[in-house]
């Protein structure tokens, strides 16, 4: 089981040869809870296993809208004490107002999203 959650930070950005543009950051955690799903490497830190190695620190965030993307990497791998890897995340620079949005973790497939979803304060996503 991964859980994904997700919050937003609002900001706008200074565009010199075009009108701004208002953007938001989406900036979350992802949650390997299933003890078949993550290995601990004894010193605090964990990684994926199975069908999700590919879930590690450094593995890539992807937000994408139409021709337009962003991205962010898996950092903070922590062992959580009750059991699950937890990992934090953060995508600067999401335009607002796309008509729906992508967002892929690692080689996960990806996920769409309304914006109003990736701004709720807490988003939880479980992958099986």
């Known amino acids: 089981m991964s859980m994904f959650v997700i919050s937003h930070q609002a900001r706008t950005p200074a565009a010199a040869s075009r009108p701004p543009t208002e953007t938001f950051v989406v900036s979350g955690t992802v949650l390997l809870g299933d003890g078949a799903s993550f290995v601990a ?27 337009w993307f962003a991205g962010g990497r898996l ?31 690692a080689e996960g497939d990806p996920r769409r999203y309304l914006e109003h979803e990736l701004k709720s304060a807490l988003l939880a996503l479980r992958v099986d």
Do not use: K, N, W
């Open 75 to 105: 950092t903070d791998a922590r062992a959580l004490p009750g059991g699950g890897c937890q990992f934090r995340f953060s995508v600067p620079g999401i335009p607002t107002e796309q008509d729906g949005y992508l967002l892929m973790v």
């Open 41 to 67: 490497d004894g010193h605090g830190g964990c990684a994926g296993t199975g069908e999700h190695a590919d879930v590690t620190e450094r593995a890539p965030v992807i937000v994408t809208a139409g021709a």
